[in-house]
């Protein structure tokens, strides 16, 4: 059973609007959050994360919201670039050594 | 920058074989993961470990073993290769919770097929 859930396998948005990943998560041990971006033939990479002691973490255009009570957290962009095409997935730890993953969103931005 | 590297990009075995895959890191990291990639599953921690000769399973670690001689190198094996098995492997390795924010970094991935 999947302790993190991205129900939405894939997201196309308009160059320049803004893209908005959500993620769900089950475990109310995990206190830390992340997310990592994967292009094709390559490992994740490491995007940005957030405590659970925060609300709200932001780097350049990324945003990542956290919303512990309903065990919810989201990843804006904006605005967004069409190298931000890529597989977004979500990951969460209790205790910031082993994590727990996403199956993944697929986000396509378009020109 | 933190390097991880997998022993192969593409590997192509038959069912009963003993596969083994490598991973090595070069930034001193104390923790190490294999996963497997599905589409639709994400990411699944099949072994992780802490420090060398410790191992923990993770999720999904039936079918699989793993080895830490070094600090350095993670090994995961298949003791007998089924077709189930076939997915995208990636090795990880992290600091000991070394920060706030203690992210993971990946190699390239080891695809392989079972026949």
């Known amino acids: 059973d999947q302790q993190v859930k991205q129900n939405s396998p894939s997201l196309s948005v308009q160059e320049g609007r803004i893209s908005i990943l959500n993620c769900d998560y089950t475990n109310s041990m995990f206190d830390y959050f992340l997310w990592y971006k994967k292009y094709p033939a390559e490992g994740p990479t490491f995007l940005i994360s957030i405590s659970s002691i925060k609300d709200k973490n932001e780097d350049g255009r990324f945003t990542v919201f956290l919303n512990k009570s309903a065990k919810h957290l989201s990843l804006h962009i904006v605005p967004s670039q069409p190298g931000d095409s890529a597989v977004y997935f979500c990951?969460?730890?209790?205790?910031?050594?082993?994590?727990?993953f996403g199956a993944g969103t697929r986000l396509t931005v378009k020109p | 920058d933190v390097k991880v590297t997998q022993s192969s990009r593409y590997l192509v075995k038959r069912t009963g074989e003993k596969v083994f895959l490598e991973c090595v890191q070069d930034?001193?990291?104390?923790?190490m993961f294999w996963y497997r990639q599905d589409p639709g599953l994400g990411l699944r921690l099949i072994y992780f470990s802490y420090d060398v000769k410790m191992k923990e399973k993770g999720d999904i670690p039936e079918g699989y073993s793993v080895s830490r001689e070094k600090k350095e190198r993670f090994s995961l094996i298949l003791e007998s290769a089924s077709t189930n098995q076939t997915s995208m492997y990636l090795c990880?390795?992290?600091?000991?919770?070394?920060?706030?924010?203690?992210?993971?970094?990946f190699g390239p991935g080891t695809r392989l097929t079972v026949l």
């Open positions: 930034m001193d990291h104390e923790n």
């Open positions: 990880a390795s992290s600091l000991r919770a070394g920060g706030p924010y203690n992210e993971q970094f």
């Open positions: 990951a969460a730890s209790p205790n910031n050594n082993d994590m727990r």
